[in-house]
């Protein structure tokens, strides 16, 4: 089993950064990939961003060029450098792991981002 834990979320302006960062423990070996999710109040959970252990890179259209998705090799860490951020980011941001077998699994609790106009 793996799980995973987030970190970094906060209250910020429109137009400022944060950078949110997702620590993966237990059965990591069977990690392939490592993605943010986001879901704001009355609406579905919805992908960001992912990064596979082959450093491919995937980002939703709605945040391509202002988010970026980073791992450090070896530490199964994953961070969300997240710029020029605008009201419609503000959810609650959950980190999770793809693992063999199973997909997306080993969800975090998540954590809030706010963005006021």
């Known amino acids: 089993q793996v799980q995973v834990v987030e970190s970094g979320g906060g209250s910020v302006q429109a137009g400022d950064s944060l950078t949110l960062s997702c620590v993966a423990s237990?059965?990591?070996?069977?990690?392939?990939?490592m993605g943010w999710f986001r879901q704001a109040p009355g609406r579905e959970r919805e992908f960001v961003a992912q990064i596979t252990w082959g450093d491919s890179i995937t980002y939703s259209d709605s945040v391509k060029g202002r988010f970026t998705i980073s791992r450090v090799v070896g530490k199964d860490t994953v961070y969300l450098q997240m710029d020029s951020l605008k009201p419609e980011d503000a959810a609650v941001y959950y980190c999770a792991a793809a693992v063999y077998g199973s997909g997306w699994s080993g969800w975090g609790q998540g954590t809030q981002v706010a963005v006021s106009s």
């Open positions: 237990g059965r990591t070996f069977q990690i392939y990939a």
